[in-house]
T-cell receptor
Framework: AQTVTQSQPEMSVQEAETVTLSCTYD???????LFWYKQPPSRQMILVIR??????QNATENRFSVNFQKAAKSFSLKISDSQLGDAAMYFC???????????FGTGTRLTIIP | GAVVSQHPSWVICKSGTSVKIECRSL??????MFWYRQFPKQSLMLMAT?????????EQGVEKDKFLINHASLTLSTLTVTSAHPEDSSFYIC?????????????FGPGTRLTVL
């Protein structure tokens, strides 16, 4: 079974600084997707960024970028120029192509220090 | 973007009663809907997957007779918690996806907080 591990229950960063959230996963599949979701206090899940496993290039979305290391099964999220609105729970998630199911990590609570 | 709504957003009920939660895809047809449960400060745990017109597929350890899921149309799925007890108190989140591609994005509802007294 696929597992997703987030080893940092909590992280904090000064506003305008950069922070990296870690995620590792375990799979024997070759065709899959990885995601970072944000869950703010409203509890609405928001997709932050997506990475296709077959793509070598790391995905970027404005201030958000990932470091995808397929061989190491590592998928970290870098948030640049942190803003107060970035404060939330961040979940790493795994999706096996054709399986439909998302497997979530345990989450990292990110606090932004003004 | 695709919008998924849930109703109610929160509900309080007495132990032993049943509660129904609705999940609607507002601007797309959802061939598949998912129900998750989230305990405080924990991750989302998939409870079941439902396809329109078919019986739901429950994850291991989820009581299908307690958590009744109906996906009667391409825009509506319901989760009924039968004979609710305090341990059923949780945050329930649905998501919906469409299409038969190798990857179908799940769009999440805002969640329903259930408190059983």
């Amino acid at each position: 079974a696929q597992t997703v591990t987030q080893s940092q229950p909590e992280m904090s960063v000064q506003e305008a600084e950069t922070v990296t959230l870690s995620c590792t996963y375990d799979t024997s599949e070759s065709d899959y997707y990885l995601f970072w979701y944000k869950q703010p206090p409203s509890r609405q899940m928001i997709l932050v960024i997506r990475q296709e496993a077959y793509k070598q290039q790391n995905a970027t979305e404005n201030r958000f970028s990932v470091n995808f290391q397929k061989a190491a099964k590592s998928f970290s999220l870098k948030i640049s120029d942190s803003q107060l609105g970035d404060a939330a729970m961040y979940f790493c998630a795994y999706y096996r192509s054709g399986n439909e199911k998302l497997t979530f990590g345990t989450g990292t609570r990110l606090t932004i220090i003004p | 973007g695709a919008v998924v709504s849930q109703h109610p957003s929160w509900v309080i009920c007495k132990s032993g009663t049943s509660v129904k939660i609705e999940c609607r895809s507002l601007d797309f047809q959802a061939t598949t809907m998912f129900w998750y449960r989230q305990f405080p400060k924990q991750s989302l745990m998939l409870m079941a997957t439902s396809n329109e017109g078919s019986k739901a597929t429950y994850e291991q350890g989820v009581e299908k007779d307690k958590f009744l899921i109906n996906h009667a149309s391409l825009t509506l799925s319901t989760l009924t918690v039968t004979s609710a007890h305090p341990e059923d108190s949780s945050f329930y989140i649905c998501s919906a996806s469409s299409g038969l591609a190798s990857y179908n994005e799940q769009f999440f509802g805002p969640g329903t907080r259930l408190t059983v007294l």
